[in-house]
């Protein structure tokens, strides 16, 4: 089956500094991915829609200068946290799909941020 | 605007069967998901519904009516491991995925 790959799966950060997050597609090939965050007991926020070679779409309230999002290649895209603040702790999940459908989607392990 | 609803906690026994129900409202309607998430780990797909009726897999059967915006959730002959939350999700016109909250299920022994 589709198996998609985040990493890390878990990392502590000083205010300030910035956090890479990777997510591949190991066996598939991904147009779009997705990045997600969920805050603990809450429903999954979509955060922004990426799409290899071109610009990643985010969604209202999202910003695009702190969370940087990188689609280089058909199955690699990076979310990176920049300037890192401790509210934006959270649970961070890619996903993508290998139908131009986008159904149904595969979910990475997801990325647990700790800012202290 | 859009919404899904689905209860917020559950309880069964082990071995019995529950079912998990999803209601929404959203602009179009491109299709319904199930999805199961352990606690601190990503969701795992379970179903997916575009047409009416009833999908069977396994012990999990999901069931959709899109004339009443309806879905649910069956789980059968459940085990410790079905301990988990449920999301319901469901891709509106514009194909983007709006999700429920989802229902953590608790199995007792």
């Known amino acids: 089956g589709a198996v998609v790959s985040q990493h890390p799966s878990r990392v502590i950060c000083k205010s300030g500094t910035s956090v890479k997050i990777e997510c591949r597609s190991l066996?598939?090939?991904?147009?779009?991915m997705f990045w997600y965050r969920q805050f603990p007991k809450q429903s999954l926020m979509l955060m922004a829609t990426?799409?290899?070679?071109?610009?990643?779409?985010?969604e209202q309230g999202v910003e695009k200068d702190k969370f940087l999002i990188n689609h280089a290649s058909l199955t690699l895209s990076t979310l990176t946290v920049t300037s890192a603040h401790p509210e934006d702790s959270s649970f961070y999940i890619c996903?993508?799909?290998?139908?131009?459908?986008?159904?149904?989607?595969?979910f990475g392990n997801g990325t647990r941020l700790t800012v202290t | 605007g859009q919404n899904i609803d689905q209860p917020t906690e559950m309880t069964a026994t082990e071995g019995a069967i529950v079912q998990i129900n999803c209601t929404y409202q959203?602009?179009?309607?491109?299709?319904l998901f199930w999805y199961q998430q352990h606690a601190g780990e990503a969701p795992t797909f379970l179903s997916y519904?575009?047409l009416d009726g009833l999908e069977e897999k396994g012990r999990f059967s999901s069931f959709l009516s899109r004339s009443k915006g309806y879905s649910y959730l069956l789980l059968k002959e459940l085990q410790m491991k079905d301990s988990a939350s449920y999301l319901c999700?469901?891709?509106?016109?514009?194909?983007?995925?709006?999700w429920g909250a989802g229902t953590k299920l608790i199995i007792k022994p």
């Open positions: 996903s993508a799909s290998r139908s131009a459908e986008g159904l149904p989607l595969h």
């Open positions: 066996d598939f090939q991904a147009t779009t």
């Open positions: 990426s799409n290899e070679g071109s610009k990643a779409t985010y």
């Open positions: 959203t602009s179009g309607f491109n299709g």
């Open positions: 519904n575009v």
């Open positions: 999700a469901v891709k509106d016109s514009n194909y983007q995925l709006i």
